[in-house]
C-alpha cells in the first residue's frame, strides 16, 4: 500500500493550491480517502473524506466552502483544491485511505502517505 502526496509548497493569503494524492498497491475505488493536516504545536486533524466512488464528501467547518476534495478512481489518485487559503492553514497535509468511515472519523486510518507542506504566508 502506497500513498504518495505532491502539489504542497507557499501560496500567499487568499491563494490557492491543489494537492494530490496518487495511490497504488491496493483497490483504491473500494477506500474511503481522506486528508488530514497537521500544523506545529498541534494535534493531527481530519480536513475533509470521500466516500469510494465519490458521492459523500465531508469536512471540517474551518475548510468548508473553501476546499473541495474529490478523486479520480480511474487513475487511482485522489485531490485536494484548496481556495482563499489563510495563514492558519499552514500544516503538513496527508492523505490517508480506509475502508473504515468510523477509522478515518478517529484519525486512525490504516494507510498514511508521508505528507506534504502547505504554508501560507505573505
Known amino acids: 500500500v502506497q500513498l504518495v502526496e505532491s502539489g504542497g509548497g507557499l501560496v500567499q493569503p487568499g491563494g490557492s493550491l491543489r494537492l494530490s494524492c496518487a495511490a497504488s498497491?491496493?483497490?483504491?475505488?473500494?477506500?474511503?480517502m481522506s486528508w488530514y493536516r497537521q500544523a506545529p504545536g498541534k494535534e493531527r486533524e481530519l480536513v475533509a473524506a470521500i466516500t469510494s466512488a465519490g458521492g459523500i464528501t465531508n469536512y471540517a467547518d474551518s475548510v468548508k466552502g473553501r476546499f473541495t476534495i474529490s478523486r479520480d478512481n480511474t487513475r487511482n489518485m485522489g485531490y485536494l483544491q484548496m481556495n482563499n487559503l489563510k495563514p492558519e492553514d499552514t500544516a503538513v497535509y496527508y492523505c490517508?485511505?480506509?475502508?473504515?468511515?468510523?477509522?478515518?472519523?478517529?484519525?486512525?486510518?490504516?494507510?498514511w502517505g508521508q505528507g506534504t507542506q502547505v504554508a501560507v504566508s505573505s
Open positions: 498497491g491496493f483497490t483504491f475505488s473500494r477506500y474511503i
Open positions: 490517508a485511505a480506509d475502508q473504515s468511515f468510523h477509522n478515518i472519523l478517529i484519525i486512525n486510518p490504516g494507510s
